[in-house]
């Protein structure tokens, strides 16, 4: 994998709304990850010599973010919350269901690489718990039965 032109181009557009192109690095890899879906080792080396930054320190952002991705994943990341709030109100229920519908554990991405599921910690929506994204969308007060709806609108089994 390598930065296209047209990538380069829009990190190096970011860059130039900061004083330190180092401030841009959670939207370069923004920009790389809605092409390439993840951000491989060697991207990230090319990022952060754009961003004139080491790798190591661009990494340690990347890691710290939950939805920066730096190994493969489904097309579709569903997310779902693991905090109190959406614990105590059926998040492990949610997460159970999603397993057995989709045929995979926490971390695992589908065989047809449609879905990977993933916790998150807050989505700050604790006062409509559980709540889980698909995607850039958020659900809220999600149950098993409204689980298998919102599946079934994109495409699940």
């Known amino acids: 994998m390598t930065l296209t ?3 380069i181009q829009a990190i190096l557009r970011e860059a130039r709304h900061f004083p330190h192109p180092s401030a841009a690095a959670i939207e370069a890899l923004n920009v790389v990850q809605r ?3 993840w951000i491989s080792d060697e991207l990230l080396q090319e990022i952060a ?3 004139g930054m ?3 320190e661009l990494d340690s952002i990347a890691t710290f973010y939950n939805l920066i991705y730096r190994r493969p994943v489904g097309r579709r990341v569903i997310h779902y919350c693991n905090s109190v709030s959406c ?3 059926g998040a492990e229920d949610n997460r159970r269901h999603l397993s057995e519908k989709l045929g995979i554990a926490v971390g695992e991405t589908t065989g047809n690489g449609e879905y990977t599921l993933l916790p998150i910690v807050c989505l700050g929506a604790c006062d409509k718990a559980p709540v889980l994204m ?3 969308e958020t659900h809220f007060n999600v149950d098993p039965a409204r689980l298998d ?4 609108e994109t495409g699940a089994p």
């Open 49 to 51: 010599e754009l961003l």
């Open 35 to 37: 092409s390439h879906g």
């Open 149 to 152: 709806d919102i599946l079934g």
């Open 134 to 136: 698909i995607g850039d």
């Open 5 to 7: 032109s047209d990538e």
């Open 87 to 89: 614990w105590m109100l």
């Open 54 to 56: 080491s790798p190591a």
